[in-house]
């Protein structure tokens, strides 16, 4: 037994699947998980000392690399002053401001400490502001475990094969209508049916949480303009996408104005932080200077904002935005020409720092029913092939790749090296 299957042994009689989020538990791929001991740069070391390249960075928010020298003197700068407070700070405004200046819908910014708090909240806003009780979501998007998002959601859900979850009364998942992503005319109707009763429509401007689905051309548009029709509010979710698939957001990268955008991840650099801002008349409707009603404890931590802040200082220094994207094409090209070579069937999606592959003969994969038409068998041999080559993918079908500023082009090509290795054996297989 090495360490990680010790301590994933010793983990299951303690933390249900030995895990504190499903995916990590290698579901999807089978197998122990590796229990990771350190980071750095494009790297993660597990318990026993074997070095990864990694690809999943957090699940995306390491798009500086690991451990980045400015966000952590900052958290360590930040810490010797206290770990919390329950009051404002300064540096909640100074992150505010960042946020505001990037993303440029976002006229006011409420921070929280996760993804699912950011979507959850953003929700609650839209029927509050529109007196409305339904949401349209799309069918594989994952926006966080809150009980109106789990239903025909992505990521864990999807990987578990269990994408709407017990435990979410139906009267409650009623509300929650869902459409076909990429599917304009799938949102057409379902307006037509409930044209007074939808507050908002919520989507990842690239699905992430199904592996990567970009939108089609004009679709995001298509949306807001159907939104517009029937006076609801288009949340647009750039958990995943934000500061990543352009530095102002997949929003800026298709030129799509949301009312609503969800943050996460990224604006704590690694700390646990998540935030929804948007229209100064949409955000003023939340307490306290509206009725619906907002809060926590933790939310603007000093340390998280501090942290969010050196990550998104650095990230917006000249040539990062282009350089993450270069690596991204370098990676994705560069696996689908050695898929090619080896006569195997293939598909890759690549925006910005973001990059999915799929095992499938269909020409492109761009929505949920062709995700589900793909070899999920033999993305299972290729990830343990790779992993075995001490390349750390996102231990599911249903998940996207995430590149890092710190992915020299030499830790790209020793991925393509394990590529090739782990296509010839499949091939032999
Ligand atoms: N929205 C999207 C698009 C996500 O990808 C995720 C998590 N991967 C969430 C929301 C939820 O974020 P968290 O896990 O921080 O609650």
Redesign the pocket.
Known sequence: MNHSENFFSQAQKVIPGGVNSPVRAFNGVGGTPVFIDRAEGAYIFDADGKQYIDYVGS?GPMILGHNHPAILSAVLKTAEKGLSFGAPTPLEIDLAELVCQLVPSIEMVRMVS???EA?MSAIRLTRGYTKRDKIIKFEGC???HSDSLLVKAG?GALTLGQPSSPGVPADFAKHTLTCEYNNIESVKQTFEQYPDDIACVII?PVA??MNCIPPKAGFLQQLRELCDQYGALLII?E??TGFRVALGGAQQYYGVTPDLT?L??VIGGGMPV?AFGGKKEIMQYIAPTGPVYQAGTLSGNPIAMAAGLACLTELKKAGNEQRLAEQTEKLALGLKALADKHGIPFVVNYVGGMFGIFFTDQPEVSSYQQVMKCDAEKFKQFFHKMLEQGVYLAPSAYEAGFMSLAHSDEDIERTLQAADKAFAEMKTA
């Open positions: 699940w996760s993804g699912t979507t994952y926006h966080g990521s990842e992430g949480n979710d958990v995943m969800t996460g991840k998540g």
